[in-house]
């Protein structure tokens, strides 16, 4: 079963649109020498450590209540 999305606060949404930045400026910046293939998998685990937190959070929160 695939997890919902969080819904994510100002800051972690300026994170993650930073490393999607990041990532666009390697694709860019690749010489095709490897193929075209930048690696990109840091920041993909960047992202989704990203994600997983703001689902921590939101079921911390409902917790709570």
Known sequence: MAQSEPKLTAAEKAKVAWYVARMAKRGIA???ERGGVAYQDDLERKIDRIIEGGRKRE???TQRK
């Open 30 to 32: 690749d010489d095709r």
């Open 59 to 61: 079921k911390a929160a």
